[in-house]
C-alpha cells in the first residue's frame, strides 16, 4: 500500500475514495491524526496530513515517529512525501516541482530515530542515498506521464523551524550545497528508513528562500499562498497518476 505523507497546501486528497479513517495508537504517541484508508485509481493509498487536518501542529512539534509508525502499521510498504520549500538555487524559483536526491539536516531537538536506547543492538542505518531510487522513479516517471515538468535532484536542507530563515543562513546553506529549504525532510526520511519502507519526495517550491529573488527584502506570504495552491494542484496530478500506475 503506498502512504502519502501532505504537506502545507495538501491536507487532503480530493480523489481518494477513503473507506475508512483510522485512528493508530502508536507506541510513539499520537500521529497528526487520523490515517485516511482508500483508493486512488487501482491503488490502496493511507493519506496522512503532516501538520493535522487543521494544519495545527508546526515542524518542529509533528510526530515523525508516530507519522510513520502509523503508516507502517495500516500497511504502508512505500511512501511518497510532499512538502513545500523555499528555492534556493537559481532554477529553484516559486512553483517549480523538484524530487530531491540528497539532505542536509540542520534540525534540532526532534526525536529522531526508533532506537531509543531499549533494544538490544544499535543499528545505524545507511543513509547514503536518502531517499529510495525505486519511489524517486515512480514520481519522475509519473510527472513525466502528466507532462508536469519536473527537476531531478537537489540538495534539500531541513532547517529546524517554524520561523523562516535569516538571508545569511540561506547564504550559508548554499555554501553547503543546498538547493532547496524546509523543514520536516528530517527526522521524516531517516525513520522510514529505519523501518525499511521505501520513502521519496515530492517538494513544491512556495517562495524564493530570505535574501534571494523577490525575497530579497522580506518573504511575501501573499505570494505563497498563491503559489502554492496552483503548484499544489500540479502535485496532486502527479500523485494520482503514481496511484495508477
Ligand atoms: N524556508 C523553510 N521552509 C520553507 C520555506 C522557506 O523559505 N518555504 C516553504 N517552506
Redesign the pocket.
Known sequence: MLGIIGG?GLTELANLDVARREVVRSAWGEASGPVSVGRIRNQDIAFLPRHGHGHTIP?HRVNYRANIDALRSVGVTWIVSV?????IGGAMAPGVLVVPDQIIDYTWGRESSYQNGTQEKVIHIDFTHPYDSGVRSAILTAAAAQGEPVIDGAVY?T?Q?PR??TAAE?IRLERDGADI????GMPEAALARELEIPYAALCV??????GKGN?AHA?NFDH?EAVLQQAMSRARHIIEQVCSA
Do not use: K, R
Not at 83 to 87: E, K, L, Q
Not at 181 to 184: E, I, L, N, R, S
Not at 205 to 210: D, E, G, L
Open positions: 502545507s515542524p512538502a513545500s520549500v523555499g528555492g536542507a532547517t523551524g523562516l530563515e540561506i529549504v524546509g523543514m520536516t517550491v512556495a517562495n524564493w528562500a530570505a525575497s518573504v505563497i
